[in-house]
Structure formats: structure tokens, C-alpha cells
């Protein structure tokens, strides 16, 4: 029965986002806290996922980016840095170098997160769907951090050995 209802919930999750009239931070914890009423987790188990020291990482990182880019510094440096392009395909070919640069030395969570608020208010500017720089963006920085790592592609690497790609560092 925990499975039924864990997929109803878990539909119900995936319409709300499809359909974009709630955020999707309520529509999570909405399933979670549903999920916690009817008897299918725990308040204990649903804690623990908060304690693994990835997801604290990551949530420390956004606070971080948020702080840096409330400064207005980082956004004065990448302003002057990147400039103001005029259309989509020079605002990717500001950004994607800088991006894949960093992400070959950064971890790449925050390096985009970094890039975030000034990329959406070249969207604003341009007229476009912010998805279609930000996704780019991402790539790029998951795309070269994977190809600065000679080791993914070496044969003799070890498969216990961990990769030396920032992206695959523990934080």
C-alpha cells in the first residue's frame, strides 16, 4: 500500500511541476509532509536526508551565492567581464568560456549558481526563456569539467580510485 501511495503522491508532485501554478519548494515539501501524514515515512527518516553532508553542502553553497551576488560585487565584476551582449548567441559566447574555464578548477554547483542572477537579467533584457543560456551553461561546465579529467578515460585507472574532476569531489 506504501507504494501506492508513494506513486499517486509522486504523480501528483510531477503534474504540479508540469503545470507550474505552485512552487516547486511547496510542491516537495507538500508530498513530503503528505507522505510523513500517511504513515509511509518517518519525521525521523525524512530528517535524516537533511543530515547527509552533499545536500548541507549544496544548501550552504546557494546561501554563499546568495550573499556574494546581494554584495553587487560579483555582479559589478562579471558585468565588466562579460559585458552586455546584444543577442542569445554572443551571450553564450561570453559566457561558455568563462564558465568551462572555472568549472575545470570549481566545483561546478556553485559556478553556476555564481552565474544565475546575471544570466537571467540578460534573458530579461533579451526577451528570452532563461533556459535557453542556463542549460547551455550548465552543460558547458559538466562538459569540461568531465574532459579536464585524463583519468574518466584512461584505461588503467582504478575503479576505486576517485576521479580528480572537481565535479566529483566530496565537499
Known sequence: MDAVITLVVTIGVLA????????????????????ILLGVISPTTFLSGFANPGIMT????????????????????????????????SALARLMPITSLLSAFLNNTPVVAQFIGLVQGWCARMKISPSR????????????CWSTSPRRFSPRSSPTMPPPCSCFRSP
Not at 543560456?133 to 569540461?144: C, G, K, N, R, V
Open 58 to 89: 549544496i544548501g550552504a553553497l546557494f546561501v554563499v551565492a546568495a550573499g556574494v551576488q546581494e554584495t553587487g560585487a560579483l555582479r559589478w565584476m562579471l558585468e565588466r567581464l562579460l559585458g552586455r551582449p546584444t543577442s542569445p548567441s
Open 16 to 35: 504540479g511541476l508540469i503545470w507550474n501554478r505552485w512552487p516547486a519548494e511547496w510542491l516537495m515539501m507538500a508530498a513530503a509532509v503528505l507522505l
Open 133 to 144: 543560456l542556463l542549460m547551455p551553461m550548465s552543460y558547458a561546465a559538466i562538459l569540461w
